[in-house]
Structure formats: structure tokens, C-alpha cells
């Protein structure tokens, strides 16, 4: 726990020794960051286990859509040297499939379930990754992608309360709201020029 | 006897949470278990994913219900990360302050939830008559009696109101004074000792295996690996406050830490009211109103020690108006979903609650 | 460590049954109406009256229901904006009187979203949204949860619970700081004083907008304010120049000198600093490359009518027009009688206000969508206007005030009493370098009469040609209106004391004094109001209050009047004035000429 | 004839008297555990209010076993109940207040319960209705040497009689002062029989949500709270009569009674509760013991106080 | 005497005293049933415990819900849970009555554009007190059961009824937004 600096170092020299990282990023004292290729990223996260890193704190993906591309994240954690690692990896959107790492951290289990189904990741290795674990009869696509659009599923199915309350106040005038409401999205369409 | 399906839950008495442990019980002993979650599954990572960064506060109390000020805690640590904000030092004490009460809160909440399960409703019926006490002292500083919504990234929401420190004092003496009586009720009570004793164990070599930390962790390993100690956060390392610890992991001796944390806790708000410089208590995000505050491109993962464990935020942002991506994890999510699959089976049908209850699985931080 | 345990340990516990409970009355937990419910309720029929039943009172901070003082809240709708749940509506309300820098408009919050988390409050711009300490509500029909917060809370007054203060404010109350020219620097130089935002300080600067709008409406051409600001904040410049063309054809100009009525409506302004709104149109049309012009401003010309149209006069009005005209597919030509375009922002402006340059690109792009620009060319002298008539299909008139009132004073028409309008022209032939420095006649110590921005031009303009021709200056300022009422925007009051400027305010004039037939000073008399009970303008002075400030020049900056002179007598009788200006129809159309447009 | 119902009518009266007392005392019980609890407590009369309030409910029916059950449940109670004598002399059955009685009729209760519970298919029930079982047959056992003790010492089974017989011995020449550990391990088990903490394993609501009475609602649940009531009533007389000397009149009768009921729901308001396998160890081990011991002592030793 | 004075009441009339009665003790004795779907179940202990001491009011917490009377429905509802809800609701024995708690439970509230949020409670089962607040404070929860039992004394509490009458739109309701009630899994097959 002390000199944790060079915790921050010892880690990026076990791990840059060995592999080959895209890119290091040492976020705080307690915390360092690694980029690497899909293919690596059982044996690097073996050889933290085996090197003391032996809790997978997190597990997650990040939704890319512009690179077309899902960011799997995986978080370990030392107690005695007080590091959080994380290790990224970069899946391609369409095929986005990563084998489990169910034999190094058994712990990743229902993380992976639920990042299948929030994501569609497909996990080989991870015996019920396909069941169903938050949702119940889910019929979209994975909510947590990007291109999934909440308000209009939930305006889909689920109603919205209007009001019958009038608190309204024209005196049968033209409404002055929506006129400058109209102007604001008008202006708003001409950033593009809308004009055309 | 053929084996039976039973339910622990959704609506139960015995569930503290909107889940479901679905349980094969060959008589009393449970064969096989699995927890059901997504009950409370509301779309929070998708959800701040729609909102601004400052909207984003009133948003993330609401992950976990019970203790929200570590969601704070966690969601202002990682912005703070990313954004490379320096918080006032008052700031600090204040955030420990809230958060140690919180602890207070919950692990008062808890040994009273122990009464639940055991029937020992008196337990129950006074813890939160305490707890509704804490409440009361949150309200006076926060607003709100439970969803604080008060540590936000930068700092705090406002200052500790003028007087504030009486009637911390004033609680956190009458709680101390009653400390041994809560104690001779609870767990030195033969009754319940014969529930908590030698069972619902979580041996020393499943804590890695499964992820669990916290108390459910430090009652098992004997090591002091509490996040406040091992990577401080606010100004935890210059309080000083003992971790307690275990190596044998039964229900009792998670229960005996949490109390013994109650001392702790209640020693670090005294540590940190005379501490507690004068000063701001708040800096902006980034300049501007606070529906234009942006913050940079980055990644970051923040934890706090919640009651239950490591309480982690990871945080992903482009640069924009609104978090790119923000995952929590949840911190019984270990135990709460592997522990019931993995370690439940073997215990008796008794044991189920205890099990929730003690491991502190807080079913809304599972769903999201 | 020793752990006692026994069946008897809990049995101390019985000491509660002789202890008083820790159970909050119910009189401290209901409201009075249900606790005469319970009172009602029980199977013997108490005739007691419940007397006092109040809930707990909240905590201060209490983030109870809202309440909301009517008088004090401006419409912004930024509580709308920010709240995460959508629960806010702002609801027309066309009873409330119109103001300037208000709108009709309040709002409504729906309880069956709000989450009662105070951002709206934080974020109010005029502190008129509060949480009350009430927090007891319930009906059976869910129409009831949407509620229009006022001043009192269900019909009676309440504790305020959570307020905005400094610490939760969300608001930046403070401008991003604008580099300026340091007073020594300016003063003897003509180089602009306001350098201009950076992108990273105007991005900042933006991002203090809160997008209400109100300053739309007190913009003369109703820009799209908030629209370019948030063009700015994500960087679109293009967007916020397109935003822009389509109601100012001279941004460059209007974004250096136009009055900033929008600054005095902002809704930041209610409790900080507004936003610098014209500083940030600035931004744009600096930052903005010459071929993003070219591109957006060619964009809207498509089609070509068959229509001529003249405009007199150069000046905003006429190059506005031109601009409308030409973008509607109009050939248009521009008649000016000065050697440059541009009118007053040529020749009225200082260019430490608005250098050429900037004039320069505002005009170029005109002519370059095909504006025709015909100089040197007065319409009643070297061009009639019954040619005119005959060779363009209409004629719009864009003249502008250059004639300067008269004082009215003994003294008044001495040659060393001078307008401002025939004093500001020179200065910027001067910076032009068609005049010499020696050929402008500026005394040593001057004297300014009036208390507009005009006024401080001139003073100021003298100031820097005292400095460039003496070394030192003397000017004074005198005004009817006291400081605080100064019709003069409060920049150029700051900046003009910064260079030393001494103001004479809240006196008028009584007589130039004169001596040898020079022009030694002004007499002046304590002004005690300036309008009458009728409000026109007639001011009263207090006599026994005199002063007479020395000066070997005067400049009156009260105001100018048209030169109509080169409209021919016969249209003249036909065109009827109004205080100084001819009287036309909605669209600018005058009577009885339907081929004359007036701006 | 006419005498048998009016016997019937008096021993009605009996269950009668039975329901309200016991359903008062429990409601005044209430607000004594809420004392310790650090509240109010609500109403005394709250016990009346939610049982009429159950009884003017609808009901679902799961079948006829779960309905007749439950009648049958209620009717073997108050059956029971009509013959408890209510002071050594006042009682609707004269002479056919025989410990034994009780326990045999007590049984029918018991079963309807158990066979309506069964009835409603709920694997909560049938789990709830086996714990009720297990623990009756862990408690019983100690109980019954205790009683069996007593009714070799004195010759009689008959509650009145062995009530007359304390009061002759003078002032607190009770059994349970005379045979202690008797006392002890009779207090222990009517602890269990009137399923007090620790040893409610079956209603248990956070193990298996109230056990037997989980899919019982309106009518059905009111009728099983009359019941519930006046087995309370029958167990506790039981108790008076057995051990605390009985009653020379109802005054005498409704003080013993209620300081029985309330020592032990106080007792029980402190402590948790066991696991059905510790109830029946528990049971077997520590109350057994205690129980052949008294009576060892009692009937070979003659030792008593 | 008596067959002078007593005038025989129409049977609606005596059901309607009866039902008089049967309300007196339905309103004392609220057993509710916690099913704790969302946040607001959070201020329900300290209700039930000695601060409030709610069992003044003849209420208390029933374990099923078979043995309830009310049914606090506390916050948000997701679709596993609303399934499961109305499982539950349909189990209680009648007269039943259900409180919404905060505002997720009339118009959404935070959760008004989430995937997995339904937004109105009273479309799905009939609801006859909402109460405000996110969360309600216990006083107001307490409050809101006072106006329940008014509601009762003046039997406008008739949500009940109305599952009854309206059955086809709520189970229509339902149907849209949950697809299907019946819950598919392991243990419902």
C-alpha cells in the first residue's frame, strides 16, 4: 500500500514485458489502464490473476457505434497493491463474440450474462450466458446499445398520463409560446441549412 | 421426499428487496438456489447515458435505495477523475461526514433487519427508531430524508446547516451510550446466537472466487481490506479508524463487524467534526450554466467502500454534455447473485433471509 | 476477545415497559383535517375538537413543493430545461402583464414526475422558484399531482425549505473576461478596444447561456439569439453564421456597436452578469472563414426577379434592405452620396467602436451576392429622384439622421459650437488618412453636451485626438440625466471615466459662454427631472444650483435630425412627417407613392 | 334434555367468555409488548376489530377440504373449549373436566387445521403444518411427564379437583412452586404451545410467510383467528388450573390468566426465534431432562416443596 | 309494538348498513401488504416501527396476500414486477384497496422514459390514493392512509369494483404493455 507509484509501475512493466499494449493509460496513483488486442487478453488477465489481481471488480462493454466497434472492459483488482487494472479490448460491433473468462475469475459469470443481454455480446465458455437474466421477454434489440432508443420503446408501450388540468391562459389571443417555440426550431433547422 | 419448489420473494416478508431467491428444498435443506433479479430494473445505465451531468445527480441516489450517498460518493468520484477537479477541503469532511452516517444508517437498518428473520421484532422496532433519528439529521443537512441527492461531483451541495453538530453529537452520543444494550439484544442473545452461529458460512477460499467485499470479505480473510484503508478516497487517511476483521466467516461474525464498525463510524464523524476546516464547499464541473457543463474525454473507475463492499462507478465519457457510458457495480452483486447460487445450497430453508440479510444483498443496485 | 452471551441478556429490555416511548403524537404527525378524521373515528363519538395538529416541520433545506413568486419569475423556462423528468411545462399565461425582459409564461409542474431533487430551483434565474417545507400531499385522482406552484402553497403561506445559495447555484453568474485595451494604451490610438473572444473563451462564454429566449424578443431584428450562442458552445460557427444572416445582413457591424438591448433582457442579468451576446455575434463573423461565407451567402439567392429596385443611402437600413431584396431575387442598387458605403457605421462610428476592416467584409459580401453599389452619387443632386422613379420599379429611402439639433441656448450657433455629426465624420477621415491630423480642429479643453452613446463617441474620439495632438486631454461630459439614467450603454460609461473623461451629469446647459467671440465655457444648471407629468420632454432646473464648467470647444451629441432636402418639392408635399421621420404603412410602404418605401 | 342444553348453552357461554377475554388480553398484550418495543401499540380492541374486519371480507375458496378444515378446526375448538372449567367450582360440564379430555379434543382442532392448511395446495402450508407438528411433538413430551407427575401425586386428573386441592394446601401451595423444575419446563412448553418466540417456527412469516395460514384470507382467516384465540384460551386455563392452583372465583381466574399470558409474551418479546431442528433438540434435550428429574424426585424422593 | 314501529328495511338498505359495519372495521384494521417494488418502501419502516408507530392506526404488515387488505404499491414498476403485481393483486381477498406511492406511480416519474418503467400504475390495476413525493416522507405516507380511510368511510374507495366492471380494459392494458401476464420461466411452467 505504500510507495503506490510504483505499484502503478511494476504493473505496466509485468504487463508491457509481455505484450503488446495499444495504449497505457495511468489514470490516478490507484488506477491504470490498458488497451490491448482481443487475443490477448486471457493470457494478460492469467498472468494479473497469478501475479495477485485475483478480484474481477467489474465487467462490462461500451457501446462504440461511430467505430462500429464494442469496448469490453474488464476491471481486477490487488488488495495488497491497491491497483484497479483496467484491460480493454475492442470487438467488432457485427460478430461481437469474446471468450469467457469463467475459468480465471468465476466471478464473471452473471457479469458476462448481463452484458450479453444488454449488449448482445455472445460469451462462448460461459455455460448460460444466453439466458435471459434482468429482462423478461424482452422484444427489441439490446437496450444498451446506442441505436436503442428507450423513450420510444416506453412511448411505445407504455402510455403517458395527459392531464385534463387547464392552466392555460390565451384569452383567445394568437399564442405567443408557440410562436417563439416555432422560431426556435426553425432557427435550429436552419444550422444545416435548412433553407434549401 | 421429492424435492419443492419454493419462492423466497418477490413478496415476502422475508426478502428485504424487491427480488426473488428461487430455492429446490429437500425438506428444510435447501438443494439448489438461484436469485431472480431484474425486478427492479429500471434502465439507470441507459438512463444516464439521456442525462446531463448535472441531471445525472438526481438520478443515481436511486440505484441503491438504502444507501444512496455512496452512488454520490462513487458517481462524483469518477467525474471528478475524469474532469481533474480539485474538491475543497471542506468539501471532504463533509462528503465523510454524510458518508459515515450513511454507514450508521445502514448497518443500523441491518442488525435491525436482523430481527426480521429471526423474529425478534423489538430488535427491529428499535434500530429504526434510531435510524428514523439519522434521518431526521440527514434531512436537516440534505433536504431529503433518503435521497440525499447532496454529494455531487465537485464537492457538496451546500454547506452543513448552522447547529448541525449538536444534534450529530447529541445522537451519536445516546447511540454510543446504548451501544452494549443493542448488542445484549441482538447478538449476544442465546436465541439469536443459535441462528447466526457456525452457519451461513462463506469459507475464506470462495471470497476471491465469487468477488465479494466488504465485511461479507473481511470476516473471512482477517485482513483490514477496506477500500478506506487500502485506497483512501476524501480525506480518510487522516482519520484514524480501525477495520475489523475475522477469520471465521459465519453470520455472527459479519454481524459482529458491522457492529463494531458502528463504533468506528461513529468515532470517524467526531474525528472529522473538529477536523473540518471553513471554506467553499463546491466547485463547478466546468465553467458555464450548469446544463452546458462539460467534461473531457476519458475512462475512469471509481470505488467507495460501501457497507456491503466495493461500490464502483466506471464512468465513460466523450467529451459531451452527457456521460458516454456509465456502468455501476453494484456492490452485492457477487454474493447477491453467485453467493445465493453457489453457497446457499447445503443451508436449511431458515437460513435463506439470513443469508440476504447479513450478506446486505440490496436487491436495486443487482437490477439497475 | 470475551463474549458474553446468555438467554438472559436481553431481559434488560424490560425496562422500556416503565420508560416513556420514543412515538411521535399523532398530532405532530397529521394534518388537522385527518386528525379529525381519527378523532371521529373511534366507536365512542369524542365531541373534543382537535385544536392544533400539524406535521413535523421540515428541516430548512427541506426539498418540499414548490413554490413559485409570480411577480418575481420571468418566464425563462430554464427550470424546464433542467428538470430530468420532464415535469416542468411552462404554461401560457397571457394575463400576466408584458414586460420587457419577461415572458407570458409560468410554470407547471407535474407530481407525477418530479423528483423533487431542487435542480430547478438551483438553476432559477431570477430566485423565484423555491421549495416550501410542505411535504404532505395525496389524492385519489392522479389529475390532481399536476399543480401550477405560486406564491402560497394550496392557499396559505409557507416556510421556504430549500433555496438557491451560492454554493448550489448552477447559474455562472460571471462573464468569461473579455480582453480590452488598457486605458493608457487606447487613449491615444485608434485601434479597437475589444480584442475579441478566443474559441475556448467564447465556448465558455456560451456555455453560460441558458437558452430562454427573452432576449429574442427585445432584439430589433428579432435575431436568433439563443440558437447562434449554442452554435458557439458546440462549435458549429457555420450553423450560428447561417443563424445569423437570416435577420442581420451586417452582423460584423451589429456585433461591434449595436445597442445590446438582448444584454439588458437577459435572464442572467436578473441576478449577475448577462451574457455577452454581442461579443459572442462577433465571434462568429471573426472567427468565421471567408469561404464559409461565400457558401452560405450564396446559398439563398436562387432565384432572379425581374425587378429593380433603388436604394438611397448606404446605411444599415439601406444595406439591410438591399441585402433582403437582392436575397429575394431583387436587382438592387445602392445610392451613396460619400465616397464609402456604410453611413453612419463609416462615418458616425469611432473606429476604436468598429474599424473599417469589419465594415468592409459586412459590405463586401453584399456587393458580392450582387448588391450594385453606386458612391459619390446624391439622389437629388446628381441624380433625381423622378429618374429614379422612372428606372427602377421602387425606391426604398435608407437616409439616416445627419443633421445636428440645435441647442437653443445664447451661444448656441457660435462657430466653436459644434455638432457631433459633422465632428465624428472627420475623425474617421482622419482615421482613414484623408485628413491630417492638423486639419481637424480640436481645442485643448472640449465640452460635450449629451449623454448618449453618440456623446461619448465624440468625447472620446476628442479624447484620443486631444492625446495625439497635445499629449494630454481635457474633455468634459454633461448630461440632463443623472449617471445612473445615462441613455448611453454602461460600457462606454465605464471605459469613457477609464480614459479620463469628467462627467458633468444631470445639469443642462443655460448658456455658452462666450468671451473675445471665444467660447470659454458652458453655464450650467442642476436639472431636476427632464419629462414632465405627461412625459414629454420639458425639464426643470434648479437655478440656485449653477455651475459653469470652462471648455474652448462644445460639442453637442443631443441628437440629429433627417436631411430631407434631396427629396423634390412636389414629392414632399405628398409625404407627411412625424418627428422627423415620414410616416408610412406596416411595411414601410409611404401613402399616396406606392413605388416609395422608407426604412 | 332440557338440562344437556342448557349445558350445551353454558359450555357455549364458556367459549364465549373464553373468546373475549383472551382476544381482550391480547389486544392489552399488544400495547404491553409495544411498551417494550418503545411505542404505543394500537387500540386495545384492535384484536376485535381485525377479527370482525376478516369476517366481513370475501373469501376465495381452494376446495372442501380447506373449507370443511377450517370449520372443523373451529368447532373441535370450541368444543374443547366448552368444557374448561373457568374457576375450580363454575364450569358447563361438571366432572367432565378431565385433563385428558382436553387433550384428545384439543387434537381435533389440530387436525382440521392441519387438513385445511393441507387443502390449500401452498407447499408453504404442508411445510408450515409439519413444523406445527413436529414442534406439538417436542413439546408435548416434557409437558405430559410434568402432568403425569402431578396426577400420580395427587390421584386426579380432573382440573377443578386438582384446583381445589392447591387451594386447600394455603397461600401459593402451587404446583409450580412445589414441583419447580416441573414449573419451568411447563412454562417452557406453553410457551411452545401457544407458539410463542422462540419456539414459533411455524408461523415463521419471514421463512415460509406465516406458515399454515398463508393462503387463508377473509372469512376463512377470521374464523382461524377464533380459533387461534380460544386455543390460546384453552392452553393457558390449562396452565392456571394445572399449576397455578386454579381460581376460587373469575377475578381470581382473569388476574392468573392474564399474568401468565403477559409473562410470556414479554418473555417472548426479547428473543429471536429457533430453527425448527433446535426447537426439537432444544425440546428433547433441556425440558426432558428438567422433566424426568422432577419427576424422579417428585414420585420416587417424595421431594416436594 | 314492534310490528308497529318496525317498518321492514329494503334488502338494499340493510345490505347497505351492513356494509356500513363491514367498512367501520375494514378502515380500523388495514393489514397492508408491502410489496416492496421500488423506492418508497424504504420510509415504510419507520412507519411501522416505534417512531410512527403506524399499528395505532389498526394497521400492520401481513405476510401474504391472501391476509391483506391494501396493497402499497411503492414506486416504479417494472414489467417483471408488474407481472408479478398483478398476480398479487388478483391473489387479495376482497374488498382490497392499493396505494401508489410517489410519483412513479401516477405519471412515471424519473423513470418516465425508461425501457423497463411503466409509467401509470391506474391503468393496470385501479388505484384509489396516490401520494406525492419522491419518496413520500413517512408523514405523508401516514397521511395518505388517513385519506384512504376517509375515502372508505365515504365508500369511494371502489377500485376494487372497477377491476370488476372494467376487467376487459385493464386486462387489455396490461396485455399491451406487458405482452403477456403469465410469467414463463422454471417455476411457472
Known sequence: MTNS???????????????????????????????????????????????????????????????????????VFNWDKAVHIQIRTRLDRESASINSVLPIYPGCKYYEREAHEFFGIKFPGNPDYEKQLILENWDDIPPLRKDFDPRQYSDKKFSHMEYKNDFVNKDGKVSKQEAREKRFSDADKLRTGGKK | MKEMKLFLGPQHPGMSGNASVHMYVDGDIIKRSYLLPGMLHRGFEKGMERHLWVNNISLIPRVCVVEPDTNEMAFAMAVEMIAKLEVPERAHYIRMIILEFARLSIHLMSYGGLGGPTGLYTLMYHAHTDRNTI?????????????????????????????????????????????????????????????????????????WELGVTGIGMRSAVNKPYDLRKVKPYARYDQIEFDVPVSDYSDAYARVDCKLQEVLQSISIIRQCLIKMPKGDVRVPISKGQAMRWTVPKGYAYACVESSRGEFGYFMVSDGGTHPYRVGVRGASYPQGLLGVEKYLPGTRLDDASLWIDTMGVCSPEIDR | MNKQYSIFTSWRHFKHLFKKPKTIPFTSIFTKKNMNYLNNNSIIRSKKKVEMSNPRTAGDNQRGFHTNDWEVCIGCGTCEEICPTEAITMVERLDIKDEEGKLQQRPTIDYGRCCFCALCVDICTSDSLKMSKEYIYSHEDPNAFELMPEALWQGHAVEEGWVKDKASNLLDLERVHMEHESPDERKSSFIEIVRGYSKEYAKLEAARCVECGICTGSCPVQMHIPAYIKAIFEDDIEGGLRQIYETNPLPGVCGRVCTHNCESACAIAVKGEAIAIRWLKRYIIDSAPNDMYEKILMEPVSEVVDARVAVVGSGPAGLGAAYYLRVMGYEVDVYEEKPLTGGVMRYGIPAYRLPDSAINKDIDFIEKIGVKMIVNTRVGKDITMDKLEKDYDAVFLGTGFFKPRSLGIPGGDHKDVIGAMTFLPQVRDYERGVLKLEDIDVAKSIVVIGGGDVAFDVARSATRLQMLKYGKSDVKLTSLENEDQLPSSDDELFEGSEEGIELFCGNGPQEVMIKNNKVTGLRLWKCLCIFNETGSFNPEYDKECEQIIEGQQIYIAIGQSPDYEYIPESLQGKLQFSRGKIKAGEFGQVEYTPWLFVG | MVDMLLMILAGVGVALFGFVLQTSIAGVNRKIVGRIQKRYGPKWYQEFLDIFKLLSKRSVTHGWIFDFGVIMALGGIIGTAMFMPITSSLMAFPGYDNFFIFVYLIAVGMLGMAMSASGSGNPLASIGVMRALTTMLAYEVPFMIVVLTIIKLTGTSSLSELGILQQAGGDFNWFVIALPLGGIVAVISLMGMLGKKPFVTYIAPAEIASGPMVEYGGKQLGMLFIMHEITVFIEVSLFVHLFLGGAENILFFIIKYFAVYTALNIMSSVYGRLKIDQVVLFFYKWPLILAVTQAFIAIYLGWVI | MLSTKFSPMSKEEVDRKWWEIGDFFRRNSLWMLMYCTGCCAIELPPAMTSAYDMERLGMGPMATPRQADVLLVTGYLSLKTLRRLIYTYEQMSEPKYVVGFGSCTINGGIYHDSHAVINQLNKYVPVDVFVAGCMPNTESVMNGFIDLMDLIKNKKANGWKDYHERNDWYKANQKAALGEVKIHDEFHE
Open chain 2, 135 to 207: 434521518l431526521n439529521i440527514f434531512e436537516k443537512i440534505t433536504g431529503h430524508r433518503v435521497y440525499h441527492q447532496y454529494i455531487v461531483p465537485g464537492g457538496v451541495r451546500k454547506d452543513l446547516p448552522v447547529g448541525i453538530e449538536k444534534d450529530m453529537h447529541s445522537f451519536l452520543d445516546d447511540l454510543e451510550s446504548r451501544y452494549e444494550e443493542y448488542r445484549d439484544l441482538g447478538i449476544n442473545n442465546l436465541s439469536i446466537q443459535a441462528r447466526i452461529r457456525d452457519t451461513i458460512m462463506l469459507p475464506k477460499e470462495v471470497v
Open chain 1, 5 to 75: 507509484m510504483s505499484n502503478t509501475e511494476f504493473v505496466t512493466n509485468l504487463v508491457e514485458n509481455q505484450y503488446k499494449v495499444l495504449k497505457t493509460e495511468v489514470l490516478d496513483q490507484y488506477q491504470i489502464a490498458f488497451e490491448v488486442k482481443k487475443e490477448d487478453v486471457h493470457s494478460i488477465l492469467s498472468l494479473l490473476k497469478t501475479s495477485g489481481w485475483i478480484q474481477l471488480s467489474y465487467l462490462s462493454a461500451v457501446d462504440w457505434i461511430k467505430d462500429n466497434e464494442f469496448e469490453v472492459v474488464y476491471i
